[in-house]
């Protein structure tokens, strides 16, 4: 080992802060040793090197490094067995194989096993340099997330909510100012941009963290089902009451219940929801005794409630009462900074739920991710990520496994004009087919959010869904 790597405890952490990542080396043989800390020490990398597996696992057990270069060869172990055992003591690492043997059953075994690239003696310094670079920033993206949520968790109970800038950094301020609060709080954003998470974190941040939380989507359910559903009904209220039931209302006594899509509520509905917001009193469907309860209302909405007011399809009085708190949630277009974070979290949930090597995002696929607009916001961002994690055959997802439209290779579907016996109104059902499906797509297969999106009744897209035979998926994820 050259004396330039001889870094001791005392220094090191001088080396770590001056440095733009630190290395750990692992190969037998001195020369490549010497070689890659020569290297890597211009280029500005604290470095440090081990002859063999067990001097390599006891420098891991002393710190953390954000690269492992590990030779596939080494004298008391074989690296891909070591590699396998490290992804499951320390899976944010990342590890690239570099050995002499650089056959193509190694190379695939090594990625199989979780190594970020496998590298072949002799190396060419540039491409191993832009190897390298690209493997300490995935890894300090990984950590910058993990410490992100690791502070989010101790600062407040934020589960699953992702960002770092500056919009969202605002929100979790607000979250933590209302949560304590009984007063009523009205989510603003589009969708897809996370509401219930949101609404999640207010009450897991409240007094009633241990009652429940109910979620309630208004805009899916007709206005008597959506009444029999938040209020209860009596036996014999209606033909199909063969018994007594009791509404959301009740269920989230003492907890919090979540009114999304509030801004589709018939008038009738609204009048009723108004009163429980004034008096906390309500009556089952078809009963005759008031009933009193403590529920704190978190509304969400994805339209402009105030122009729903003007044009009066919602009611000025409930209005007020709802916006008593407003938090406005940022599309994800106006907060771009936060996708590479986005991206690696749900890189990592889909990653572990289909029991798969931990991917990553090359430089390649993550320039469309942050130039492309997202109408569908962080939903259709997850479910790009979900879809590319299933389809991906190796450890590296690349623009490839995008969507045509978001890696901009053109349309998305091979529609029935390249051909040459196609009728005019098979051309346009066809292209009618797959802008739905795209739409339904964006929205996660939530076709009343679609159908608003189309600016069009529920009733008329899934007449069109019905006509045009489409599969509907059910996701349902916020």
């Not at 070591?82 to 075994?109: C, F, H, W």
Request: hydrophobic share 40%.
């Amino acid at each position: 080992m050259s004396e330039a790597a001889v870094i001791s405890n005392r220094n090191w952490g001088e080396q770590v802060s001056s440095s733009i990542g630190t290395v750990l080396i692992i190969d037998d043989e001195s020369a490549i040793r010497e070689s890659l800390e020569t290297l890597l020490e211009t280029e500005g990398y604290a470095v440090q090197s081990a002859s063999s597996a067990e001097e390599g696992l006891a420098r891991l057990a002393e710190r953390e490094y954000d690269l492992l270069l590990l030779d596939l060869a080494l004298p008391d172990r074989n690296g891909l067995d070591l590699l396998r055992d490290l992804r499951i003591q320390n899976p944010q690492l990342s590890i690239i194989m570099i050995t002499a043997y650089g056959t193509v059953e190694n190379a695939v075994k090594a990625m199989q096993s979780g190594a970020v690239n496998f590298v072949q003696k002799p190396w060419d310094n540039e491409k191993l340099l832009a190897d390298i670079r690209a493997a300490v920033a995935r890894h300090r993206a990984e950590e910058e997330n993990v410490q992100l949520k690791r502070a989010l968790k101790q600062r407040y109970n934020f589960e699953n909510i992702v960002g770092k800038s500056e919009p969202m950094l605002k929100i979790f301020d607000l979250v933590a100012q209302v949560a304590p609060s009984r007063s009523t709080v009205l989510l603003q954003g589009e969708s897809g941009t996370g509401k219930e998470l949101i609404a999640k974190a207010l009450h897991l941040n409240s007094p009633r963290r241990d009652r429940p939380f109910v979620p309630v989507n208004t805009g899916s359910m007709p206005p008597d089902l959506l009444e029999s559903t938040l209020f209860g009904h009596v036996k014999g209220a209606f033909t199909s009451a063969i018994a007594s039931k009791k509404g959301l209302f009740e269920v989230a006594d003492r907890g919090t219940l979540f009114l999304d899509e509030i801004g589709t509520m018939s008038m009738d509905t609204q009048s009723k929801i108004l009163r429980v917001l004034q008096d906390r009193k309500f009556m089952h469907l078809g009963g005759v005794h008031e009933m009193q309860v403590d529920v704190r209302i978190i509304a969400a909405t994805n339209v402009d409630l105030k122009q729903h007011v003007r044009e009066g399809k919602f009611r000025e009085d409930l209005f007020y009462r709802l916006n008593v708190i407003t938090i406005d949630l940022p599309a994800l277009r106006q907060r771009k900074e936060d996708i590479p974070l986005l991206a690696q979290f749900f890189l990592q949930r889909y990653s572990e739920e289909n029991e798969r090597p931990m991917r990553r995002l090359t430089p390649e696929a993550m320039r469309p991710l942050l130039s492309y607009s997202w109408p569908g916001n962080v939903r259709e961002l997850e479910n790009v990520i979900e879809r590319a994690v299933v389809l991906s055959t190796s450890s590296e997802v690349g623009p490839e496994l995008l969507p045509d439209q978001i890696a901009g290779r053109g349309s998305s579907y091979p529609l029935l004009a390249h051909r040459v016996d196609a009728s005019l109104f098979d051309i346009m059902e066809d292209c009618e087919r797959h802008i739905i499906i795209d739409m339904l797509e964006k929205c996660g297969w939530n076709q009343t959010e679609a159908a608003e999106r189309f600016h069009v009744p529920l009733s008329t897209l899934n007449q069109k869904i019905k006509r045009l035979n489409i599969e509907i998926k059910k996701k349902g994820r916020e």
